[in-house]
């Protein structure tokens, strides 16, 4: 439609954050204007989120090309943080003065989370999301929070079509299986561009209740998938579980949407579990004792060590057993009454 590029970005992990799939069908290699001038691979340097970022929000600015960074979610989040609020700040000054729509870059969070655990803490951030989400304007940036790799396009369709300034994928490493979603009973992928989908919704029939459960994370939730939800199914509880794509892609559907969606008392009586910080938990999880239940990256109250995936995720408390064993305990208080749903109580005029 433009005549014009994605031009991608990296830093020098290039084969690491797949951003080398760009130059699929055109020759191996870095470009040479000699030997090899048909690649579209330039080598300019390190490691350098923080000019990338430059580059690529001013190369996005003109709207002939869509610039792309990637590297680690622990080092673009922050390092690309001033750039990402100087391009918010310009396209929202080029749509009030010129009435155009936003201009779009992509930032690419790659190796996010403590499944990057091998890299140690100073690699195995939590912390990106919280950098990001709802941090900045309506619709100047969008995060995507994929869970299985089908979610992927359909979220970043979605994303491109509301035109931010930013779009923000949180994806993750080692690679995952593209798992069977009708065998599991969950929706198509393309339900991911909500924002939140129900993996299971509770039978308002049956007699017995469990509550509601909200997951984020591509780490808990392929656990959860693999060895929790199995578990429930075994016992027979009767839950709703949710997974989060996107807070704003969410937020940018109508209130009737959401509603239909997550009806919003049952994020009153809520718990959540998220390979991030509890923070990006606070839109889903709003009572006191639903956050005080949640499991997150920090609940230990110290950074994760080094380790494989499965052992941080251990650490973390966040693993298949900690899982399990946080769901079954608030699972049998709801049944009990021991959580029991606390809507917020409207004051009268004369509290007020």
Known sequence: ATNGALLVSSA???CSTSGNLINKGFPD???????????RLIPVGGICEDAMGAVMSGVSSFGRHIGVTSSYGAFIAALEHVAARLHGIGQQTREAELGLPYNTWIMVNAHVGVKTGEDGPTHADPQALQLLQECFPERVMITLTPWDPQEIWPMTVAALRHRPAIIAPFVTRPADKVVDRFALRFPPAHHAAEGIYALRRADPESRQY??????????VASVF???????LERRGLNMNIF????VELFKLLSRAEQESILPEELTYEAIGITDFTLPTLHQWVRSNEGIRRSLHSFRGGRYL????AAKVLEEAGIHGKGQLETILRYAADIVKGKFELRLPRRLTGHEI
């Open 12 to 14: 020098d992990l290039l």
């Open 29 to 39: 290699g870095f470009y040479n204007a000699a030997d090899n001038p048909g690649s």
């Open 210 to 219: 469990n509550g509601t459960l909200v997951l984020q994370g591509n780490g």
């Open 225 to 231: 998938v693999a060895e929790v939800l199995p578990e």
């Open 243 to 246: 997974y989060v794509t996107s």
């Open 305 to 308: 060590g080094s380790g494989s």
